[in-house]
């Protein structure tokens, strides 16, 4: 148990859809970050959230918005899928607050046909 | 050039025997340094971070820094066919946290 959920664990979603993945941390986590991680690859950031604001982003497009609430809970959108969007999606959540010392969730393995 | 470079491997050592991942980074403003382990199918795992120059001892594993070569490594003794995983090197730039992961080594340790 890594005190980091995501869900669902499997999803697969036809080309030009639209997907919503969930996260939830553990009480006093309020840095919340979001990975993608390619077949072979390693995970790439795509952002990061503090107390319910954005604050850092990846190299990636506007259709990949997130949100984060009071609970700790967080939500990646992806909007338009292209096939290269299948991936697995990582939440991660870190302790103590200001540390980069991550801790991921099992993530989402997101397929688009 | 990627900023964060590992050789993918596989890197085969028989069971008992040391094992050495190594990393290269190529940004100087590098703070911190993580060691991930991923099994097949599941996610990363952080095994030990690193913020200064020398080595940090964590029971087998020892990660090791020189910032001045830009070179991070872990070293696994008595290596076990269980820590048979891919390792991922990672670095943080800059007070955003944001990680930068190289590609990871697939290590294999034969019985």
């Known amino acids: 148990e890594t005190g980091v959920t995501q869900s669902p664990t499997h999803l697969i979603k036809t080309r030009g859809q639209q997907v919503t993945l969930r996260c939830s941390s553990q009480s006093g986590h309020n840095t919340v970050s979001w990975y993608q991680q390619a077949l072979g690859q390693g995970p790439q950031f795509i952002f990061q959230y503090y107390r319910e604001e954005e604050n850092g982003r990846g190299n990636f497009p506007p259709r990949f918005s997130g949100l984060q609430f009071p609970n700790y809970s967080s939500e990646l959108n992806v909007n338009a899928l292209e096939l290269d969007d299948s991936a697995l999606y990582l939440c991660?959540?870190?302790?103590?607050?200001?540390?980069?010392?991550?801790?991921f969730g099992s993530g989402t393995r997101l397929t688009v046909v | 050039q990627k900023e964060v470079e590992q050789n993918s491997g596989p890197l085969s050592v028989p069971e008992g025997a040391i094992a050495s991942l190594n990393c290269t980074y190529s940004?100087?403003?590098?703070?911190?340094f993580f060691w991930y382990r991923q099994y097949s199918g599941k996610s990363p795992e952080l095994i030990m971070f690193?913020?200064?120059?020398g080595d940090k001892e964590d029971g087998r594993f020892t990660a090791q820094l020189n910032k001045a070569s830009q070179y991070v490594s872990l070293l696994i003794r008595d290596s076990q066919p269980s820590d048979s995983a891919t390792y991922l090197c990672?670095?943080?730039?800059?007070?955003?946290?944001?990680?930068?992961f190289g590609s990871g080594t697939r290590l294999l340790v034969r019985p």
């Open positions: 991660a959540s870190s302790y103590p607050p200001g540390t980069a010392a991550y801790t």
């Open positions: 940004d100087r403003g590098s703070q911190s």
């Open positions: 690193i913020y200064s120059n």
């Open positions: 990672a670095v943080n730039l800059d007070s955003s946290y944001k990680l930068i």
